[in-house]
T-cell receptor
Framework: DTEVTQTPKHLVMGMTNKKSLKCEQHMGHRAMYWYKQKAKKPPELMFVYSYEKLSINESVPSRFSPECPNSSLLNLHLHALQPEDSALYLCASRKEGGRTDTQYFGPGTRLTVL | AQSVTQLGSHVSVSEGALVLLRCNYS??????LFWYVQYPNQGLQLLLKYTTGATLVKGINGFEAEFKKSETSFHLTKPSAHMSDAAEYFC????????????FGQGTELSVKP
């Protein structure tokens, strides 16, 4: 099973709202990622977690706050977002090591900021 | 630094025709290369990958790709296009120096005409 799940599938929020995106995998992967994807563009990395610790933050604004409560779960907390933050947010987990090194993506959360 | 270039942002083929999507990479280390497909409003699905070993790799849905080190290429092919192949295709390489993040090409939108 190579499934990464994401909830919610769609989210509409105002600029003053606080919301959270959730990502879950049960493949035992110890690296997890958040990507942001605008229409007709490739995904852009936001954060990398390795063994539940934040290892990379690609200069993401502080209105995005990631959290990794355990090895299976990744959250992205959203606060005071801007309309330009509307995008597809993708979570991925990575099976590390040699020939099997692969990132598996979830279905994404389509975020609209009004 | 690693990079990926996909030639042609849009490719159109007739149903039953050969599909050829081009990908060239730049990497200072032996690359791990991937092709992902994205259907509208969905996440990325792994089509195939090259890590080590055989340079001709077969993936899902009848796709295959050949790693050519001398040409720094990893082109994706399918002998006979099907209407259901219409989607966005991304070529990617793993960046080991950045937490294993994927460096994506700009994507190629494949259209299939009846």
């Amino acid at each position: 099973d190579t499934e990464v799940t994401q909830t919610p599938k769609h989210l509409v929020m105002g600029m003053t709202n606080k919301k959270s995106l959730k990502c879950e995998q049960h493949m035992g992967h110890r690296a997890m990622y958040w990507y942001k994807q605008k229409a007709k563009k490739p995904p852009e990395l936001m954060f990398v977690y390795s063994y539940e610790k934040l290892s990379i933050n690609e200069s993401v604004p502080s209105r995005f706050s990631p959290e990794c409560p355990n090895s299976s779960l990744l959250n992205l907390h959203l606060h005071a977002l801007q309309p330009e933050d509307s995008a597809l947010y993708l979570c991925a987990s990575r099976k590390e090591g040699g020939r099997t090194d692969t990132q598996y993506f979830g279905p994404g959360t389509r975020l609209t900021v009004l | 630094a690693q990079s990926v270039t996909q030639l042609g942002s849009h490719v159109s083929v007739s149903e039953g025709a050969l599909v050829l999507l081009r990908c060239n990479y730049s990497s200072s280390v032996p690359p791990y290369l991937f092709w992902y497909v994205q259907y509208p409003n969905q996440g990325l699905q792994l089509l195939l990958k090259y890590t080590t070993g055989a340079t001709l790799v077969k993936g899902i849905n009848g796709f295959e790709a050949e790693f050519k080190k001398s040409e720094t290429s990893f082109h994706l092919t399918k002998p006979s296009a099907h209407m259901s192949d219409a989607a966005e295709y991304f070529c990617a390489v793993t960046d080991y120096n950045q937490g294993g993040k994927l460096i994506f090409g700009q994507g190629t939108e494949l259209s299939v005409k009846p």
